[in-house]
């Protein structure tokens, strides 16, 4: 094989690794938005799903990338376990559901660089499509229940009373809530501020309990709020 030959077969198999990066990528960016709807429409984390889910496309393209680049050479795959040791990533995950969502869109970017497009592309829709099952069927069970934060606050009202409000409150929960966990209990010179979390045996009642509530104390401030953004009230 002379010199002509080798470039020319080097030619062939570049726009090859060209072709097969820009088609991983093509469908790299088609899951990573595929696991962004599921995770805002499936997860049940507290945090800001919709902006949280932003990060998705990043790191599985991102991992095919490096993937892509490093696959056929020992050395840079020395050079990039180097390079990673002395990165720190000091972003907190506040819940194990979102480092299930990171860690799906790493392993796919890492399936689809290796070049196992078809694989991958079943395999995260076969565990997108079986966690959506899961969770439909774990709301309807509970589709009765739920757990919110409730925020109940006086601030400079002439009725302001500490012991008589939380009195109040515990006893309207009470009433609607199967039960009640106080987290924060904050009196003032001029505002009180109650936080409880509380599971419900039917949200339809929120409207009954700020009814209740504010009808000994017209200027009360009571907020509902749980990872479905319901309204406060």
Do not use: C
């Not at 998705?56 to 040791?85: D, E, N, Y």
């Not at 904050?186 to 509530?213: G, P």
């Amino acid at each position: 094989m002379n010199i002509n030959e080798i470039n020319a077969l080097m030619a062939v198999q570049s726009d090859l690794s060209i072709y097969m990066l820009l088609l991983s990528l093509f469908v790299g960016l088609l899951l990573s938005i595929a696991i962004r709807w599921h995770f805002t429409n499936y997860g049940s984390t507290l945090s800001n799903r919709e902006e949280f889910s932003q990060v998705f496309p990043f790191i599985l393209m991102t991992t095919i990338l490096i993937i892509t680049v490093v696959k056929s050479s020992i050395a840079l795959s020395l050079g990039l376990v180097g390079a990673l040791s002395i990165v720190r990533f000091r972003t907190p995950i506040k819940e194990p559901e979102e480092l299930a969502y990171l860690f799906i869109s790493i392993a796919a970017g890492l399936g689809l660089g290796a070049g196992q497009v078809v694989p991958t592309v079943i395999s995260v829709i076969v565990i997108l499509i079986f966690m959506a099952l899961l969770r439909s069927k774990w709301k309807k069970n509970n589709i009765t229940g739920k757990n919110l934060f409730i925020t109940v606050d006086l601030y400079g009202a002439e009725e302001l009373d500490g012991e008589q409000l939380l009195n109040h409150a515990n006893s309207i929960l009470g009433k609607y809530t199967r039960s009640i966990d106080m987290r924060r209990y904050d009196v003032r010179k001029d505002s009180i501020e109650i936080v409880y979390l509380v599971d419900f045996s039917d949200v339809d009642s929120l409207t009954d309990i700020a009814l209740e509530i504010k009808s000994k104390y017209p200027s009360v401030g009571i907020t509902f709020l749980d990872q479905n953004n319901l309204p406060s009230v």
